[in-house]
C-alpha cells in the first residue's frame, strides 16, 4: 500500500481535496450545509477504508466516487431541500467579471443533473471521459455524449446566436 | 480527423488536444476559431465552478474525525471499564459472598460421617435450642425442641457450628449452622443421593441435608415457622 493506514496522509488528502469535493457536493446539491455534510461523510467513510487508498491520484476519483454514491444515497431518501442560496455570497468580490460568472452559475444549475455531474467531474476534478465512466458507471460514450451536449447546453444558454453549427452536433 | 470529429472532440473534453486535432486545427481555421472559443468558455465554465470554498473546512473535517475516533475510543474505554469493574465486583463478590457449593458438599460429608446422628434420641432442652440458635444469629419465634433428637458442637468450615436432626413428618433432616460462613442467597445441590440447600443465617449461613424433597421444604417451613434471623 502506497498510503498505510495513518493520519497524517488522511489529514493532507483532506487538505488536498475537500474544497473540489465540497464544490462538486454544492453543485449537485446547491446547498452549502448539505454540501458539507456530504463531505464530511465522504471523509468518515473515507477513513474508515483508508487502507484501500494506493495513491494521490486515485485519491481524489475515490472519494469524488463516495460523494457521488452518498448523494445519491441521500437522493433517494429525500429529495434535497434547495435552498436557492444567493448567488452573489458565493462570488468572489474582486471578480472582474461578475455578471458572466453568476449567469454561467446560472445556466449550469439549469443543466439536468446527469449532464451536470459529469462536466463537474471533468471539469474540477481533471478526470478523463474513461475515468468519469468508471466513477459513474456508464460507458464512455455515454460521457462522451453527456460532456457534448452539457457544453452546448451552457454555450446555448449563454450565447444563443454564436452556437448554429455546434448545436447540430 | 475531418471537423465533425474535430468539434465533438473539443466539446467533449476541450482541454485534450490530441495530435491528430492540433494537425486539423492548423489546417482548418474554422475549426481552430471554435478551439479558441471553447477554450475562453472552458475558462469561464472552470472560474464560475470553483466557487470559494471557508477556508476552514478542511481543519474542520479533520478536527470532526479526530472527535469521532475520540467518541469511539472513549465508549470503548468505557465499556471496558464498566466491563472490569463488573469482573472485580463480581469477583470480589464470589470470593467473599457467593455461596460455594464446597459448603454444600462438606455438609453431606459431615451426614455422612456421622451417621449415628440420624438415629440418635437426644432430648434437647429449649434453653439448649436457644443457644444453639444463638449462635447463628437465631432466635426462637416459637418452642420446637421436641422435634429436635440430635444437637452437637460440630467443626464446620470456618469454624464450630451446631449440629442437629429434626424430626418431621416428611423424615430426618440435618441442620447444621456454619457462623463465619456468609452467603448472600439461597444455593440448592444435590451430592451423594442427598439433597440440600445452603441458606443465609443471621450471621453466616445453615445448610439443610434431606434424603427426599418433601422433608427439605418442611424443614424450611419448619426455619420459617419458629427461627427469627438477626444479623
Redesign the interface.
Known amino acids: 500500500m502506497f498510503f498505510q493506514n495513518n493520519r497524517g496522509s488522511?489529514?493532507s488528502m483532506?487538505?488536498a481535496h475537500?474544497?473540489d469535493l465540497?464544490?462538486f457536493a454544492?453543485?449537485l446539491c446547491r446547498d452549502r450545509s448539505t454540501a458539507?455534510d456530504l463531505?464530511?461523510e465522504t471523509?468518515?467513510r473515507a477513513?474508515a477504508n483508508w487502507k484501500n487508498v494506493r495513491d494521490e491520484k486515485s485519491a481524489k476519483g475515490w472519494l469524488l466516487t463516495i460523494l457521488h454514491h452518498e448523494y445519491a444515497r441521500m437522493f433517494e431518501k429525500k429529495r434535497v431541500e434547495i435552498t436557492d442560496e444567493e448567488l452573489d455570497d458565493?462570488m468572489?468580490a474582486s471578480s472582474t467579471?461578475l455578471l458572466?460568472?453568476l449567469e454561467?452559475?446560472d445556466a449550469?444549475w439549469k443543466l439536468p443533473e446527469n449532464f451536470r455531474e459529469p462536466?463537474?467531474l471533468?471539469?474540477?476534478g481533471g478526470f478523463?471521459?474513461a475515468e468519469i465512466a468508471q466513477m459513474v458507471n456508464l460507458s464512455e460514450a455515454n460521457v462522451?455524449?453527456r460532456?457534448?451536449r452539457a457544453?452546448?447546453a451552457?454555450?446555448k444558454m449563454l450565447e444563443p446566436e454564436?452556437q448554429p453549427?455546434?448545436n447540430k452536433? | 480527423m475531418n471537423c465533425l470529429q474535430f468539434r465533438r472532440n473539443q466539446l467533449a473534453a476541450p482541454r485534450q488536444m490530441p495530435s491528430d486535432a492540433r494537425a486539423h486545427a492548423l489546417e482548418c481555421p474554422h475549426c481552430a476559431e471554435f478551439a479558441r472559443s471553447m477554450n475562453a468558455f472552458e475558462g469561464k465554465l472552470e472560474s464560475a465552478v470553483r466557487i470559494p470554498v471557508d477556508p476552514t473546512l478542511a481543519e474542520r473535517i479533520v478536527l470532526n474525525q479526530k472527535l469521532k475516533g475520540g467518541r469511539r475510543n472513549r465508549v470503548m474505554a468505557i465499556a471496558a471499564s464498566f466491563l472490569l469493574i463488573a469482573s472485580l465486583v463480581g469477583g470480589i463478590a464470589y470470593r467473599h459472598f457467593a455461596p460455594d457449593l464446597r459448603l454444600l458438599n462438606a455438609s453431606v460429608d459431615h451426614v455422612m460421617g456421622e451417621p449415628g446422628a440420624l438415629t440418635a434420641l437426644q432430648v434437647v432442652s429449649k434453653k439448649e435450642l436457644v443457644l444453639a440458635l444463638a449462635n447463628s444469629g437465631g432466635s426462637l419465634k416459637q418452642d420446637f425442641a421436641n422435634a429436635v433428637v440430635y444437637l452437637h458442637d460440630c467443626p464446620v468450615p470456618g469454624g464450630v457450628g451446631k449440629h442437629m436432626v429434626w424430626v418431621t413428618p416428611r423424615g430426618k433432616v440435618t441442620l447444621i449452622t456454619m457462623p463465619n460462613q456468609r452467603v448472600l442467597w439461597r444455593v440448592d445441590g444435590e451430592y451423594k443421593g442427598l439433597i440440600t440447600a445452603l441458606m443465609p443465617a443471621g450471621r453466616g449461613s445453615y445448610a439443610i441435608v434431606a434424603d427426599n424433597e418433601a422433608a427439605l421444604k418442611t424443614a424450611e417451613a419448619m426455619v420459617g415457622q419458629h427461627i427469627a434471623w438477626r444479623t
Open positions: 488522511f489529514e483532506v487538505h475537500s474544497g465540497f464544490r454544492y453543485w458539507e463531505v464530511q471523509f468518515a477513513w458565493l468572489v467579471n458572466g460568472e454561467m452559475r449550469l462536466l463537474l471533468q471539469v474540477l478523463s471521459c462522451m455524449q460532456l457534448t457544453r452546448q451552457l454555450r454564436s453549427r455546434a452536433l
